[in-house]
């Protein structure tokens, strides 16, 4: 086939296969040694721990061993004190060499601080390390996916998967969805309307993205249904690329009511009749509310046929009107700033 081709085109095509194969092999190579690196900070740690239990050797030992690393080493970061504490607590923290070399060490040293810093417990940690594997979380996004306390509110969306779904997808499912879901790149005001709320998600629909997960792909928001003659309209519309099936998302500043229940069976009805693809999976619905009661939404889910779920969601406090008035403006900031400075210059 390649020798039908002109001699510029077999060029580019053979430059193209190369580059790919170049970064293939970087790829491999970057990891290579971040897994070294990472399982070398272990043992280190291990070494420390063991000295220190076996020769009773206290903390200032961590002290004059950076000293003497660096001074051997001069051209190799990572030999701070610091990190050398970091090795050691890296150490206690997951003693089994095996999970190390399989699973922690797949993720960059970094991002293995960052959990260690901010999570104390070991079944956290690990879900952590496992996450960040299978989503390929940068170290901000895993920061800020402990930040918001991912842990605890995944999987924790009430939901009719169970009686809807067939197994594996009905677990999938229930794993991608949260409880409480966290908005708070957003600050609606106490009189806000369904329309604000999502207005402001897709003003900032890099981060709704963020938070919903990874997988779903924005399809459209107010999507038009028109059902024998009749318009409908979809708050937002998904599709997620791992259930393969339409994700259907209805907004409310309320609390849940049963009725919302019936709304959304026949949302995703529609959207099973007049936009799945033969090869698509049963859509599911996301009734997103301001607060729920436990039992009523239990109730209002059990015998509908259609997979859905209910998940609360929180927004940053907005601050009350008579704190905004009473806030100084940004002019009243600048001439404060600037009379701080010229008395500052005077007394200098």
Same mark, same amino acid.
């Given at each position: 086939m390649t020798n039908n081709l002109s001699p510029e085109v077999a060029y580019d095509e053979f430059l193209r296969d190369l580059k790919e194969r170049i970064? &293939?092999? &970087?790829? *491999?190579?970057? $990891?290579? /040694? %971040?897994?070294? $690196?990472v399982l070398l900070y272990w043992q280190i740690g291990v070494d420390i721990l063991q000295r220190q239990q076996q020769q009773g050797w206290g903390a200032k030992v961590i002290e004059r061993l950076a000293t003497d690393l660096r001074s051997f080493f001069p051209e190799? =970061? !990572?030999? +701070? +004190?610091r990190n050398l504490k970091y090795m050691r607590t890296f150490a206690e923290a997951y003693p089994d060499q095996q999970f190390v070399q399989q699973v922690v060490a797949q993720i960059p040293w970094g991002h293995n601080v960052r959990i260690l810093e901010t999570v104390k417990d070991s079944a956290e940690r690990e879900w952590y390390v496992q996450q960040t594997i299978q @989503? !390929?979380? +940068? *170290? %901000? /996004? $895993? /920061?800020? &996916?402990?930040? +918001?306390? $991912? @842990?605890? *509110?995944? !999987? =924790?969306?009430?939901?009719?998967f169970e009686n809807t779904l067939p197994k594996p997808q009905s677990e999938l499912a229930q794993q991608l969805l949260k409880d409480p879901y966290n908005f708070d790149f957003l600050s609606l005001g106490e009189e806000s309307q369904e329309r604000d709320l999502e207005r402001g998600l897709l003003k900032h629909i890099r981060d709704f993205l963020l938070e919903l997960g990874v997988g779903f792909a924005f399809v459209g928001s107010q999507y038009h249904l028109e059902i024998n003659g009749d318009d409908f309209y979809i708050d937002l519309l998904f599709y997620h690329l791992r259930l393969r099936c339409f994700v259907v998302i209805d907004l409310k500043i309320e609390e849940f009511k049963p009725e919302f229940s019936g709304k959304m069976n026949f949302y995703v009805s529609a959207v099973d009749d007049l936009l799945r693809h033969p090869d698509d999976r049963p859509s599911i619905g996301i009734i997103l509310c301001k607060n729920k009661n436990h039992m009523v939404v239990e109730y209002a889910l059990r015998d509908l046929n259609k997979p859905m779920g209910v998940s609360t969601y929180q927004l940053r406090e907005a601050l009350p009107e008579y704190l905004q008035s009473s806030l100084p403006t940004i002019e009243q900031l600048e001439a404060e700033l600037s009379a701080v400075s010229q008395e500052t210059d005077e007394e200098m």
């Open positions: 970064k &293939q092999a &970087q790829i *491999r190579a970057a $990891l290579a /040694v %971040n897994r070294e $690196l190799i =970061k !990572g030999f +701070s +004190s @989503y !390929g979380w +940068s *170290r %901000n /996004v $895993l /920061v800020h &996916q402990i930040e +918001s306390r $991912l @842990y605890n *509110r995944q !999987g =924790k969306a009430i939901t009719n």
